[in-house]
């Protein structure tokens, strides 16, 4: 079975540029997640999807981070313009209808903000 | 916010022995949950307790709850260099939203 697939793995940006990650979650899954790890912390909940829809985006900063999970499948979480702050590891995960009773994630995308 | 507060935050032990994590989390939980996290690399998932159960058992792997003190343990046995990750704790709260909320990890070093 395949995994969940994340790219770029490695993005380097200045501060006020814009970037967008990519997910592809393993198949039939139809919850998806995107957390942020900041360096020694654990994982964050930023967004997460059930199908193409917003199940939770609570702790999201709207007003530079935006996802969206067209036709429910792959998933892009974007930052723009990014901050200094926003350095850290983008990690995609999902998890079969039944919600988080294990997820599966992929190796993330690891950004750092010049 | 992060619910699970993982204890010790380091970890360094000899190959062979037995490592113990402890994670303590403040609302009442559906299930409990132990992933690893090898260095620069996505987090895989371990074992899931649910909150009647009281101790699992997966491999080396044992996993103990106690909803009353509103804490866990994660207990490997016989430590092999492989299992030099970091070690986090993740809790599916009862009240709010569906999700996990994970704790700060504890980094489990197994020198040889």
Not at chain 1, 42 to 61: E, M, T, W, Y
Not at chain 1, 82 to 108: I, N
Not at chain 2, 22 to 48: E, F, M, P
Not at chain 2, 101 to 112: A, D, E, H, M, S
Request: hydrophobic residues 30%.
């Amino acid at each position: 079975e395949a995994g969940v697939a994340q790219s770029p793995r490695y993005k380097i940006i200045e501060k006020r540029q814009s970037v967008a990650f990519w997910c592809n979650p393993i198949s039939g899954h139809a919850t998806l997640y995107w957390y942020q790890q900041i360096l020694g912390q654990g994982p964050k909940l930023l967004i997460q999807f059930q199908n193409n829809g917003v199940v939770d985006d609570s702790q999201l900063p709207k007003d530079r981070f935006s996802a969206e999970r067209l036709k429910g499948v792959d998933s892009t979480l974007k930052i723009q313009p990014a901050k200094l702050e926003d350095s850290a590891v983008y990690l995609c995960a999902s998890s079969s209808p039944g919600g988080t009773e294990k997820l599966f994630f992929g190796s993330g995308t690891q950004l750092s903000v010049l | 916010s992060q619910q699970g507060e993982e204890d010790p935050q380091a970890l360094s032990i000899q190959e062979g022995e037995n490592a113990t994590m402890n994670c303590s989390y403040k609302t009442s939980i559906n299930n409990l949950q132990w992933y690893r996290q090898n260095s620069g690399r996505g987090l895989v998932h371990l074992i899931l307790i649910r909150s009647n159960e009281r101790e699992k058992h997966s491999g080396r792997l044992r996993v103990t709850l106690d909803t009353s003190k509103k804490s866990s343990s994660l207990l490997i046995t016989a430590s092999r260099a492989a299992d030099t990750a970091s070690y986090f704790c993740a809790t599916d709260p009862i009240q709010g939203a569906q999700k996990l909320v994970f704790g700060q990890g504890t980094r489990l070093t197994i020198n040889p």
